[in-house]
């Protein structure tokens, strides 16, 4: 995604530059990277890993005037359209 928008590829290259410069890459340079980290989570946002999620209720749960029982297996559809 970075290689269709040159302008935020290069925020992240310099940002690179800022945080790490020459040195190699440590576990925690990582979380020092922000805008780097709020571009991964956005490609995440528009191209999930998965179409949905299976979770299950632990509690008797109300939703728009629905009951989801407790126990009850609930899937979240994942999806731009929404």
Known sequence: MLG?????????????????????????????????????KEVMRLFPIAPFIMRKAVADTEVEGYTIPKGASVMIAISLDA
């Open 4 to 40: 269709m928008y040159p302008h935020y590829q290069e925020r992240v290259v310099k940002e690179i530059d800022a945080v790490l410069g020459k040195e190699d890459i440590r576990e925690d340079d990582i979380s020092r990277l922000e805008f780097m980290e709020m571009v991964i």
